[in-house]
């Protein structure tokens, strides 16, 4: 009999846990995952839960490991219950196996050499689709183009040039000690398709120079690399100090977002899996690095057969995107999910 009961106590505790799961956890979730070489933290949190977006909000923090929230090939997700709630926590396998160490009065330390693994943490988001993004992707004022040096002429007789060609450029240079330019030149200008406010100017980076000599308002430079042929008229502008993302911790916008996807990225116009977009929202709407928006079809225009008129069918929510690049009137977001074709003038709102 006391078996019986304790029996079904146990059978009720793990029905409580299961009912505080399910508005989070996807059915049919795993208890333990190990991590591989390729996976993205997207991937494993969608093994895991209903909303991947969500990992942090029951990441279990392990004081003992250091950099707990970055994830090795190798080690092994927990699922487990702390009064009835779910947590997922992390073991190291040998690919990210450090661990803080307190020593005691008694324990003399030695000089060593550290060693440590050669593997990197997997990514949060599959870098790969916006890593030409992340370092050159720029959005500038109207006249930020227009009033930087311009590539002037080649030192050779050439109208476009190469990885270590030179060249000589002329303008109003910002700042004297700057050795390094980024050479752009003009892309598409950003507007808002509701209010149709000009929210900025894309600068494309076609590569990168270094100054050689300086003779009044003349430079001579040398080219570091190349994306594209550089171009007599191209424009140069200081390479950004900024830090640049690579690690991403998904979370809901802290304030009420609703905007729509302005183009993508390519020039096409229809929206997939792992596309790049950009969204007409930005700093100033309380869009940061990180946050995560759902992506609703704008419901069509149909005519009714029986009042024969036209109206408007719901919006339909069918995908999730993440903003990695956030500006001050727009972002860069990159499309996590899909579940049905989507484009160009679709909603962008609220996970």
């Known amino acids: 009999m006391r078996k019986t009961l304790l029996a079904l106590v146990l059978a009720l505790a793990a029905s409580s846990c299961l009912a505080a799961g399910d508005h989070i956890l996807r059915p049919g979730h795993p208890d333990r995952y190990t991590v591989k070489k390729g996976d993205t933290l997207w991937d494993i949190a969608s093994m895991f839960l209903q909303d991947a977006w969500m990992w942090p ?8 490991i250091e950099n707990p929230h970055l994830i090795y090939p190798g080690d092994t997700i927990y699922l487990t219950f702390v009064d009835g709630e779910p947590r997922l926590s992390v073991e190291r396998g040998d690919e990210g196996r450090t661990t803080k160490l307190t020593p005691s009065r008694d324990v003399k330390l030695n000089a060593r050499v550290r060693s440590s693994p050669l593997a990197s943490s997997i990514p949060a988001i599959p870098l790969d689709a916006i890593a030409s993004l992340l370092t050159t992707g720029r959005i500038v004022e109207q006249n930020t183009l227009r009033d930087a040096p311009h590539v002037l002429a080649g030192t050779a007789d050439r109208l476009v040039f190469g990885p270590s060609d030179e060249f000589y450029a002329r303008g109003k240079w910002p700042n004297e000690t700057t050795q390094v330019y ?12 509701e209010t149709r406010e ?18 009044g308002d003349v430079y001579r430079m040398s080219l570091n690399s190349v994306k594209e042929e ?10 950004e100090e900024r830090r640049v993302e690579s690690t991403f911790y998904p979370s809901a916008p802290a304030e009420q977002v609703n905007g729509v996807i302005m ?30 928006l759902a992506i609703a079809k704008n419901g069509v225009i149909v005519r009714d057969q029986i009042y024969r008129d036209r109206v408007k069918l719901p919006s339909e929510r069918a995908g999730l995107l993440m903003i990695f690049r956030s500006f001050d009137k727009m972002s860069y977001g990159l499309v996590l999910e899909t579940t049905e074709p989507l484009r160009v003038g679709d909603i962008v709102e609220n996970p």
């Open 198 to 215: 000009i929210l900025g100017y894309e600068a494309i980076e076609v590569g990168t120079a270094s100054v050689e000599a300086r003779e």
């Open 230 to 239: 550089v171009r007599i008229g191209d424009r140069l502008l200081p390479t």
């Open 57 to 64: 909000e029951i990441w279990h923090v392990n004081p003992e």
């Open 263 to 292: 183009t993508v990225l390519g020039g096409v116009t229809q929206v997939g899996r792992n596309d790049v977009v950009a969204v007409n929202r930005g700093l100033r709407h309380g869009l940061d690095v990180g946050n995560v």
């Open 182 to 193: 980024g050479i752009f030149r003009e892309g598409q200008v950003y507007r808002d398709p």
